[in-house]
């Protein structure tokens, strides 16, 4: 993008969010649709979790300065170790509340600049590591029904190491394991069982790229048979870290160009289907990130063009081969969020450059379609653009109605909102998919019963009661379920879709169905906890459910 381009485009933008609401903006296309929903939460979205009750929880880091947000009651951060601001009296988390499109501010004690976390079985968030005095810090959310009752909490050296750039993943008995991070080539658990604290993971080494790195905040996901794959740099791993034992080796993708932080691609395990079959196989997408070499590049102010590939490798394969896929643009710093049929959203980045300040050029605007169904050659369509460029440190996450929350970016060590060429963005949007266009809605189905909050069981048979207005094709509805993640930096933590299908439909009268299906086997599949619940008639979904899988 050319810097007249570049003004105009930050002119268009400005001069849209000074003349709407700051509730609302929408734009209609064929692909979807965008919608404005803040103009400032007062910090920028780089680290984002949806909770069971609706609301999401959104942090930056603590060493920016002062926030636009300030801490209720005349509360202030006062910590001796803060390099900018050693009393802040400035918020640096949020919840935002998605039913009512409001958000309050929450008080982190501690740095949380590029850390991690994921959500435990009781639906609370257990936020790991970060910067400086926040290194190996534990902070815990639990999420409650008040407007102003709960609150991070933390805990000291609750890391055996500092962890920066790491990443978290439900295991099948509940507990977390945290892997990775900035110099450190190990992995660790959350809770502590007694045993030691701290295992090695010589992978990690083996893909650090001297003076670079390229390995960290690996792509981390739960398999079937209990085992995790791990993707680093430009090549994975199955692990058994009950074992510390590498199970399998997989090719280093095509091309060897690096696809993790700071080359930062993206990655999903896409839809686990057949659950209840002896072995259910497992598929992994990775898609964009920098050449080798875009990182010293950017350094040096040459700003290398984006990959605009996407490898797949079906992992459970007894002889894994990688498959090369071309997107309609090339993209670094992309975020990937699997929709509630099944299909993949890439979205945000930017088509140069790489991760780090100042580092990424040419704003993607159109997020792309992945239909992972659709035969090769034929699954990207590109969707409709948004006005807001979204480069290093944006984020995107599901939510249960449908759409996808997008917000974030700040290229810059602080608030810069002037005299750069990516201002920080404050404010938060979402996508609508075209599946919640209103000429779908005689297709869409409802959800009757079970009522949200349900709890389920493992291998339990479960008739899911929906409505829907218009003629249904019993043969085009299916159950999904999906695990709500922790994003930052381009990767989802904890991410997964699982397909319950449909082992029956029956018409109960005045447009009510049952779709039978069976949950899932065992918590390799599904790790215990949250999950959103859909209906899905058409490749249209309904409005999830919360269900607590126990």
């Known amino acids: 993008m050319t810097q007249t381009s570049i003004l105009y485009f930050l002119f268009f933008h400005l001069?849209?969010?000074?003349?709407?609401?700051?509730?609302?903006?929408?734009?209609?296309?064929?692909?979807?649709?965008?919608?404005?929903?803040?103009?400032?939460?007062?910090?920028?979205?780089?680290?984002?979790?949806?909770?069971n009750n609706d609301r999401v929880v959104i942090f930056d880091r603590t060493d920016f300065g002062k926030s636009n947000i300030s801490l209720p009651a005349g509360k202030c951060r006062n910590d001796p170790n803060e390099a900018v601001l050693k009393v802040d009296c400035t918020a640096h988390s949020v919840e935002y509340d998605v039913l009512s499109n409001t958000f309050r501010p929450l008080m982190v004690q501690t740095d949380v600049w590029c850390s991690s976390g994921a959500l435990m079985p009781d639906g609370s968030l257990i936020q790991t590591g970060g910067f400086n005095d926040g290194e190996r810090r534990i902070r815990i959310f639990k999420p409650c029904g008040t407007t102003n009752g709960c609150d991070w909490v933390e805990v000291k050296d609750g890391l055996a190491v500092r962890r920066w750039?790491?990443?978290?993943?439900?295991?099948?008995?509940?507990?977390?394991?945290?892997?990775?991070?900035?110099?450190?080539?190990?992995?660790?658990?959350?809770?502590?069982?007694?045993?030691?604290?701290?295992?090695?993971?010589?992978?990690?080494?083996?893909?650090?790229?001297?003076?670079?790195?390229?390995?960290?905040?690996?792509?981390?996901?739960?398999?079937?048979?209990?085992?995790?794959?791990?993707?680093?740099?430009?090549?994975?791993?199955?692990?058994?870290?009950?074992?510390?034992?590498?199970?399998?080796?997989?090719?280093?993708?095509?091309?060897?160009?690096?696809?993790?932080?700071?080359?930062?691609?993206?990655?999903v395990l896409l839809p686990l289907k057949n659950l209840q079959a002896p072995s259910v196989e497992a598929e992994v997408l990775v898609c964009g990130g920098a050449p080798k070499g875009s990182y010293v590049q950017a350094g040096k102010g040459i700003f290398v063009g984006a990959l605009d590939t996407c490898g797949r490798i079906k992992i459970t394969n007894p002889n894994p081969q990688w498959v090369m896929e071309t997107m309609p643009q090339a993209r670094v710093m992309g975020d990937m969020t699997l929709l509630p049929n099944g299909n993949v959203l890439i979205v945000n980045g930017g088509a140069a450059g790489t991760a780090g300040w100042e580092f990424g050029r040419n704003p993607v605007l159109n997020p792309v379609l992945y239909r992972p169904n659709n035969k090769l050659g034929s699954r990207f369509e590109s969707q409709n653009p948004t006005t807001i460029p979204r480069m290093y440190h944006?984020?995107?996450?599901?939510?249960?109605?449908?759409?996808?929350?997008?917000?974030?970016?700040?290229?810059?060590?602080?608030?810069?909102?002037?005299?750069?060429?990516?201002?920080t963005e404050l404010s938060l949007e979402a996508f609508s998919p075209a599946y919640l266009d209103q000429e779908n809605s005689s297709l869409r189905p409802k959800i009757v019963l079970p009522a949200s909050q349900a709890m389920l069981k493992y291998k339990q048979k479960l008739v899911v009661r929906f409505t829907v207005a218009g003629t249904i094709a019993i043969d085009k509805v299916s159950v999904t379920m999906v695990a709500p993640s922790f994003t930052t930096h381009s990767f989802s933590m904890n991410q997964r879709l699982l397909v319950l299908g449909s082992e029956k439909v029956t018409s109960l009268g005045k447009n009510m169905y049952g779709v039978q299906v069976t949950t899932p086997g065992s918590g390799n599949h599904a790790p215990l906890g949250y999950y959103l619940l859909f209906v899905v008639h058409q490749d249209i979904p309904s409005k999830g459910i919360w269900v607590n899988l126990k």
């Not at 979807?32 to 949806?50: D, E, K, P, T, V």
């Open 165 to 267: 750039y790491a990443t978290n993943h439900i295991l099948p008995d509940g507990r977390q394991i945290v892997i990775g991070g900035r110099r450190q080539f190990n992995y660790e658990f959350h809770p502590k069982n007694g045993a030691p604290n701290l295992y090695s993971l010589p992978f990690l080494a083996q893909t650090n790229d001297r003076g670079v790195q390229n390995n960290l905040y690996p792509f981390v996901f739960l398999i079937g048979d209990g085992n995790l794959f791990i993707f680093s740099n430009n090549r994975a791993i199955l692990f058994d870290y009950s074992n510390n034992k590498v199970v399998k080796t997989y090719p280093t993708m095509p091309g060897g160009d690096p696809r993790c932080y700071p080359s930062t691609g993206s990655a």
């Open 394 to 423: 944006s984020t995107a996450v599901l939510l249960r109605d449908g759409r996808v929350l997008v917000g974030g970016s700040n290229p810059h060590t602080y608030y810069n909102f002037t005299g750069v060429i990516f201002p």
């Open 15 to 51: 001069t849209i969010l000074s003349s709407q609401p700051c509730h609302r903006f929408l734009t209609h296309a064929a692909g979807g649709r965008w919608q404005f929903l803040q103009r400032s939460i007062g910090i920028s979205a780089m680290h984002m979790q949806l909770l």
